[in-house]
Nanobody, 126 residues
Framework: QVQLQESGPGLVKPSQTLSLTCTVSGGSITTSYYGWSWIRRPPGKGLEWMGVIAYDGSTYYSPYLKNRTSISRDTSKNQFSLQLSSVTPDDTAVYYC??????????????????WGQGTEVTVSS
């Protein structure tokens, strides 16, 4: 059973960089052909896909966030991380990590995420 767990600070100040880590157990983040995504849900809004890192380390980002988003990984720890720079209160959200077949994320209109983390709340405030 694949499990994902988000971790990181729950409070970030405006203009700072939001940094979160997803720890994966029960499966390797290098296993073909999966992609590992970051998704968020702002208060009162729907889910927003942010970006993905593939089994081979390739990254793709939402066009709405690509200028501020970076996803990286540490294969020795079976972890991947999110960095969102220059945050504002509009970045307040519950942040999730999730797995899907990589091709469905970058080429398909409806990616199917089969495993999700529980989500972690991040508030951007002074």
């Amino acid at each position: 059973q694949v499990q994902l767990q988000e971790s990181g600070p729950g409070l970030v100040k405006p203009s700072q960089t939001l940094s979160l880590t997803c720890t994966v157990s029960g499966g390797s983040i290098t296993t073909s052909y999966y992609g590992w995504s970051w998704i968020r849900r702002p208060p009162g809004k729907g889910l927003e896909w942010m970006g993905v890192i593939a089994y081979d380390g390739s990254t793709y980002y939402s066009p709405y966030l690509k200028n501020r988003t970076s996803i990286s990984r540490d294969t020795s720890k079976n972890q991947f991380s999110l960095q969102l720079s220059s945050v504002t209160p509009d970045d307040t959200a519950v942040y999730y990590c999730a797995r899907a077949a990589f091709t469905t994320v970058v080429d398909g209109s409806t990616p199917e995420f089969d495993y999700w983390g529980q989500g972690t709340e991040v508030t951007v405030s002074s």
